[in-house]
């Protein structure tokens, strides 16, 4: 009985560090890409599984903050394009706003 449970538990474990790694978007995978990390998981169930948690999942988790997990604290993100959160943080708006504004009425 003991054994069977162990291996209930070995199968749960193994099959949630392969959803995480699917899961896991591609650019917060750390280490290695993650076809390589499945490979790891598979052929090494138990070691594969505690070198995924240790060295290759996001920094944040699965719950945490999508923006800043998986990067350092004080790097910025290369790829990732910075959008205005409103019109009143936009350059262009606001250029476009005053040339309005300082129009004469026609």
Same mark, same amino acid.
Request: charged share 25%; proline share 11%.
């Given at each position: 009985?003991?054994?069977?449970?162990?291996?209930?538990?070995?199968?749960?474990?193994?099959?949630?560090?392969?959803?995480?790694?699917?899961?896991?978007?591609?650019?917060?995978? !750390?280490?290695?890409?993650?076809?390589?990390?499945?490979?790891?998981?598979?052929?090494?169930?138990?070691?594969?599984?505690?070198?995924? *948690?240790?060295?290759?999942?996001?920094?944040?988790?699965?719950?945490? /903050?999508?923006?800043?997990?998986?990067?350092?604290?004080?790097?910025?993100?290369?790829?990732?394009?910075?959008?205005? !959160?409103?019109?009143?943080? @936009?350059? @262009?708006? *606001?250029? /476009?706003? /005053?040339?309005?504004?300082?129009?004469?009425?026609?």
């Amino acid at each position: 009985m003991p054994s069977v449970l162990l291996g209930l538990a070995l199968l749960a474990f193994w099959l949630y560090c392969l959803f995480d790694i699917v899961s896991s978007p591609e650019q917060d995978v !750390r280490n290695l890409p993650k076809l390589l990390w499945v490979l790891v998981v598979v052929l090494l169930p138990g070691l594969g599984g505690m070198l995924w *948690l240790l060295l290759g999942r996001p920094l944040g988790g699965p719950l945490g /903050d999508q923006a800043v997990r998986g990067r350092r604290p004080g790097r910025p993100d290369r790829n990732r394009h910075v959008v205005p !959160r409103g019109p009143d943080d @936009d350059p @262009d708006f *606001l250029r /476009d706003l /005053d040339r309005r504004i300082r129009r004469p009425d026609d």
